[in-house]
């Protein structure tokens, strides 16, 4: 198993030293918010890769992230995954949960997932086996993949599978996929994982219009039952997720609003657009 995969499962599963289970029934979410961002501020080697940040995502939310490279997008995610610690400002998860001292395993187990640009998935398993070691609790233990699975478990597995449209290709091997349905194996092994809160990055670069489409219509919909934060450049997936958009530029929040309102902001326009 590689170095990486086995970091993306001990971060699922909790088992990193040190860490402790946090219970995600626990989330207090009495406010309507699940996440909360303020006055957040980053630095690398003098330069101020988020500058006072702040940021709310309600309960249930689809929110796109939009900016141009280098406004700060990917450090937010690293700040709420626990992967980078802000040099001032606060971060909660729910009501009481404070990002800003608990380690990536604590944050992954609490309800927090994360899905990078490229997939990280099993290529040597099939479709359902993937799906099957994401929903482990234990994976120290290799052969504990071939383990008798419980009817409602099997069933979670068909429900995703039918949810990430995959399941004619439940007994392929992974790395014979396509690279749309890599991302879509990967967001299911997410899924699998009961998350409160997804944060996906570029999620449909490279896929094919109808790839693209289709994960829009996923994405829409996962909210309600989830809360999602999508970094995203193709404007037009932007808009079929019809949600609310927040633009990021020199580390702070620029504009917000729905697609067209941000699209129509001069300051959007001159940093971003272009147009």
């Known amino acids: 198993m590689s170095t990486a995969l086995s970091q993306k499962l001990d971060a699922v599963s909790g088992n990193a030293s040190g860490g402790h289970r946090v219970n995600p029934g626990e989330l207090d979410l009495s406010h309507k918010v699940i996440l909360y961002l303020d ?26 992230i939009i900016g141009p490279n280098g406004a700060g ?32 395993p604590e944050i992954a187990h609490a309800g927090i997932g994360r899905k990078f640009q490229k997939p990280t998935i099993f290529e040597q398993l099939t479709v359902f086996e993937n799906l099957e070691l994401a929903m482990k609790t234990d994976k120290r233990v290799w052969k504990s993949l071939f383990a008798q699975l419980a009817s409602d478990e099997r069933d979670r597995v068909a429900d995703t599978l039918q949810r990430i449209r995959l399941v004619d290709e439940a007994d392929r091997l992974a790395g014979l996929l396509s690279h749309g349905q890599k991302q879509w194996l990967e967001i299911g092994m997410l ?17 094919t219009d109808e790839e693209t489409e289709r ?24 808009e079929a997720l019809g949600g609310k958009v927040t633009v990021l530029h020199e580390g702070a929040v620029l504009a917000e609003g729905d697609l067209a309102t941000v699209q129509n902001d001069a300051r959007v326009i001159e940093v971003y657009l272009g147009r």
């Open 73 to 104: 997008k990917t450090t937010m995610m690293d700040v709420i995954t626990g992967k980078t610690r802000p040099d001032s400002g606060t971060a909660f998860f729910g009501q009481s949960l404070d990002l800003t001292r608990m380690n990536e």
């Open 215 to 238: 994960t829009a219509e996923l994405f829409v919909s996962l909210a309600g039952k989830h809360s999602l934060v999508v970094v995203e450049h193709d404007m037009a997936f932007v």
């Open 39 to 64: 006055g957040i501020s980053v630095s690398f080697d003098g330069f101020k890769a988020l500058n006072d940040l702040s940021l709310t995502i309600d309960a249930g939310e689809l929110r796109a």
């Open 191 to 207: 899924l699998m994982q009961e998350p409160r809160l997804l944060l996906l990055d570029e999620p449909v670069a490279g896929m």
